[in-house]
C-alpha cells in the first residue's frame, strides 16, 4: 500500500498535518515546506486535518506547527499519534 | 490594463455601479423596492441609546459606504430617532459624502407633511440617479487600484496549509501592485501578534497590533470569559485545530507578507494604500460590512468548513455593496458547496499545483470579479441583516 502523506508547516515541527485519513500502523510520508521529506508510523488513527506527532513528546514539551509553539503535550505522547485537546492545550490558557 | 472598473469623480475605482440609499430601515428599503439598481444595509441597529464613540461608527459606516468606489451615487435621508444626534445629522453626512465629488441627494430636507412624502422624493430621486449613473462605462484600470478585505471562517488546518496563504499570494501582488488590502479578526491574532507587529512599518504600529490583542484578551477577563473559551470556535477543534495560537498562525497567513502600514478601527478608511490591519470582530456579517465603509470594493472569505458542512448555500455579500468571493482549501467542503464556492485551492495539499499556481488563479479571478463577474453567491436574491461593530454598552 502507498505511504500515507502528512505535511509539516516547517522543518523543525514535532506535529504534522495529515493530507488524508490516517489509520493505526500506517507508513505516513511527511513533507516539509522547505521540501525535506522524513517518515513516522501512526500508533492510531488520525483524520484528514487532524496533527500527527513526528517525534516522541513528554509531558509539558513544547509543540511546535509553523515552526512556532502551538501550546503544550498535557501528556507524554509517543511519536506517530494524534495530537489535540485531549493530550495538548495552548500555551496562554495557563495564565 | 488589469481589470475594467468604474472610474469616480475622487480617483478611485469601483468594480460595481450601485445607488445607495441611506440609513438603512423602512424608508430606504420601500425606495429600493421600487427602484431598480439601488441597494441599502440593514442594520437592525441604528445608534439609538448608543455612546458617542458607537453612534461615531455609525455614521463612518454610513460615509464609508456611500464613499465606497462602487457607489455611483447617494441618496439620503433623516427620517427615524438616530438621526438627530448630531453625529448622525443629515447634513454631515451628506457633506461629507459630497467632499468626494460624487452626487448625493437629501430628500428630507425641507419639510415634510409624512414620511409618504420622503418615499416620493427618494424615489424620484433614485429613478433619475440610477438612470445617469447607467451612462458610465468600464475603463481599464490596474490592480493597484483594487481594495480587498478578506475573512477566514470556521478555520481547519486547511484554512492554514493552503487557504489563507493562497489570499496571501493575492494580498501581496495587490499591495506590490500600489493597491490596498485589509485583514482583521483581532481574536484570531493572539498567539501569533509578535510575528505581525514585527511587519510593522514601524514600532508604533507593531505595539498598536499588539495592544489590540491585548485589549481583546482582558475585555473577555473583564465579563468572567477566557478568550479561548470563545476561540477557537467549537467547529475549528472538531475538525482537528486545537489550541487558538494554532488556529492564528494559520489565520495571519491571510496577510501575505508584506509590511503592515497600520492599524485601523472597523470601518475607518485608510490614508494612504498598503496592507492594514483592522482591529474588528470576527462575525462575518459584521466584518465585510466594515471593509466595505473602509473602502474595498471586493472581499474573500476563506472558508474552512472541516466539521461543519451543514449550509451549502453559503451567504451572499455581506458587505453590501462589494461582492464575496468565497474560497476554501478543504476538498469535503468544496465537494458539498460547489454551489457557492467560487475557488479551491485544496490542490495544494494535493500536490497538483503549486502554492504560486493556485495563488495566481485567485488574482485572475479577482481581476474577473472587478469586472463584472458575478461570485455564485451573488446570484442569490437575500441580503443578510448586518451588525455593526460597537465597542460599547448599549443604553
Redesign the interface.
Known amino acids: 500500500m502507498a505511504d500515507k502523506?502528512a505535511?509539516a508547516?516547517d522543518a523543525q515541527d514535532n506535529t504534522a498535518?495529515a493530507?488524508q485519513d490516517i489509520e493505526p500502523g500506517d507508513a505516513v510520508n511527511v513533507e516539509a515546506k522547505d521540501g525535506s521529506t522524513s517518515s513516522v508510523t501512526a500508533t492510531e488513527q488520525v483524520?484528514?486535518?487532524?496533527?500527527i506527532s513526528l517525534s516522541d513528546i513528554g509531558d509539558g514539551d513544547k509543540?511546535l506547527?509553523?515552526g512556532?509553539?502551538?501550546?503544550y503535550a498535557t501528556q507524554d505522547i509517543p511519536a506517530g499519534a494524534q495530537?489535540?485537546?485531549h493530550n495538548?492545550?495552548?500555551?496562554?490558557?495557563k495564565d | 490594463m488589469s481589470f475594467l472598473g468604474y472610474r469616480r469623480p475622487d480617483g478611485s475605482v469601483g468594480v460595481r455601479n450601485h445607488v445607495l440609499v441611506l440609513p438603512g430601515g423602512l424608508v430606504s428599503q420601500k425606495i429600493c423596492e421600487f427602484v431598480k439598481g439601488t441597494c441599502t444595509v440593514i442594520t437592525p441597529d441604528h445608534g439609538t441609546g448608543r455612546t458617542a464613540r458607537d453612534r461615531e461608527t455609525v455614521a463612518r459606516v454610513m460615509v464609508g459606504l456611500a464613499l465606497n468606489p462602487n457607489v455611483a451615487a447617494v441618496v439620503l435621508h433623516g427620517v427615524g430617532p438616530a438621526m438627530q444626534y448630531p453625529e448622525l445629522n443629515v447634513n454631515k453626512l451628506a457633506a461629507a459624502i459630497a467632499a468626494s465629488g460624487k452626487p448625493v441627494e437629501v430628500v428630507s430636507e425641507q419639510p415634510y407633511k409624512s414620511t409618504l412624502e420622503v418615499y416620493e422624493r427618494g424615489i424620484k430621486a433614485a429613478r433619475r440617479l440610477v438612470q445617469e449613473a447607467s451612462e458610465l462605462r468600464r475603463e481599464p484600470a490596474a490592480d493597484g487600484e483594487l481594495v480587498l478585505g478578506v475573512k477566514c471562517g470556521t478555520s481547519?488546518?486547511?484554512s492554514?496549509?493552503a487557504g489563507n496563504p493562497a489570499v496571501g499570494h493575492l494580498y501581496d501582488h495587490v499591495v506590490n501592485s500600489g493597491g490596498t488590502t485589509f485583514f482583521g479578526e483581532t481574536t484570531e491574532i493572539?498567539?501569533?501578534e509578535h510575528?505581525l507587529a514585527q511587519r510593522a512599518v514601524n514600532p508604533e504600529v507593531g505595539q498598536q497590533i499588539i495592544d489590540a490583542a491585548l485589549e481583546m484578551e482582558e475585555t473577555a477577563k473583564k465579563y468572567g470569559d477566557?478568550i479561548?473559551s470563545i476561540n477557537p470556535i467549537p467547529a475549528n477543534?472538531e475538525?482537528?485545530l486545537?489550541?487558538?495560537?494554532?488556529k492564528s498562525?494559520?489565520a495571519i497567513a491571510k496577510s501575505g507578507t508584506v509590511p503592515i502600514s497600520g492599524v485601523l478601527k472597523y470601518a475607518e478608511r485608510p490614508a494612504d494604500k498598503g496592507l492594514y490591519f483592522v482591529d474588528n470582530w470576527m462575525s462575518s456579517n459584521s466584518i465585510h460590512l466594515g471593509y466595505a465603509a473602509a473602502g474595498s470594493t471586493i472581499n474573500l472569505i476563506q472558508w474552512g468548513g472541516?466539521a461543519f458542512v451543514a449550509d451549502t448555500l453559503l451567504y451572499p455579500s455581506q458587505g453590501v455593496v462589494s461582492p464575496t468571493i468565497w474560497c476554501t482549501a478543504?476538498i469535503?467542503t468544496y465537494t458539498a458547496c460547489q454551489e457557492s464556492i467560487d475557488y479551491y485551492s485544496g490542490t495544494v495539499?494535493?500536490?497538483s499545483e503549486t502554492l504560486e499556481q493556485a495563488g495566481d488563479r485567485l488574482i485572475d479571478l479577482v481581476r474577473r470579479v472587478a469586472s463584472g463577474t458575478m461570485p455564485k453567491t451573488d446570484t442569490l436574491n437575500y441580503q443578510e441583516a448586518n451588525k455593526i461593530y460597537f465597542r460599547d454598552a448599549a443604553f
Not at chain 1, 68 to 71: A, W
Not at chain 2, 242 to 246: A, K, P, V
Request: hydrophobic residues 45%; charged residues 20%; proline residues 2%.
Open positions: 502523506r505535511i508547516l498535518v493530507a483524520p484528514f486535518g487532524f496533527k509543540l506547527k509553523y512556532q509553539v502551538i501550546g495530537v489535540h485537546v495538548a492545550q495552548g500555551l496562554r490558557v | 481547519d488546518s486547511t492554514g496549509i493572539i498567539g501569533a510575528l477566557d479561548r477543534i475538525a482537528g486545537t489550541t487558538l495560537e494554532e498562525l494559520g472541516g478543504n469535503n495539499i494535493e500536490g
